[in-house]
């Protein structure tokens, strides 16, 4: 599509009054976002210049309808990044919603006093701007959902590495205390930590204690198992600790057989145990 009657009016009525809308946009930016600290007046000033360059480098495009053009990519990407700027220093995304919003209301107000501008063209312009700045919204808020994102994952991590506190309590021995329920994604997460350490520290012994796990079915058994059987493939020895009488009992009514693997009651037995397999003893000074 060529460029339009559309944008040439547009381009005209921006000309004409880029000082009061300029004035406009920048006094509200500043009762926006300056009143509460995210943006600097100067920060607020340049913004209001740079989009509406942005705007009229759009306008003034071979086609400004086309959204994949340099001169609209252009400007998604500004608003892309003021969103993720203001997201960063603590902002709201409804806060930057609406200051577009009053953008486009000023855009509207300045068009209504131009002169000489047909019924027609006033609803192709009003239909132009609108969805104009209905993509720059999207772009705001995908920006927003792409930091959200970020900081979910990040939060995972995190989650993750608190979830499998894995310890060295002695040269070659390591603890693993598990708490709460094993699911598949967990156990793989646990695993992988797990076996990561034991290749790292040259564990020879791992002390698995299950006196945080609640309860016991025959999902958790079989991660219990794998666990068991990863960190006996690894060249270390299994001990298991902290089995509840009820937790005996729910493993007895699932067959489940950990004849071959070491158990001890508490974890102070399960260290005792590891030690005695290094001939290491422990006395009290």
Known sequence: MAKTKTSTILIEVLKLQIGSISDRIEHEGKTVLGGSDLLSHDEITDFCMEFLQLLIELLESKDPHDDSSPQFHALEIFFNNLSKQLLIRGGRVEDLVRYIQFMQHVLIEALGTAKNVSTQDTRAILVYLSGLFNEMILAVFRAYLDEKEKTIYAQEAELRETATPITEIWDGVLTLPIIGTLDSSRTMVIMEALLNRIAAEHAETVVMDLTGVKSIDSQVSHHLIQMVRAIQLM????????????????LTS???????????????????????????QVVKA
């Open 235 to 250: 060249g270390s020895d299994a001990i298991v600790t902290g089995i509840r009488p009820e937790i005996a009992r729910a």
């Open 254 to 280: 699932l067959n489940i057989d950990l004849g071959n693997v070491t158990t001890r009651a508490t974890l102070s037995d399960g260290l005792k145990e590891a030690f005695r397999r290094m001939n290491i």
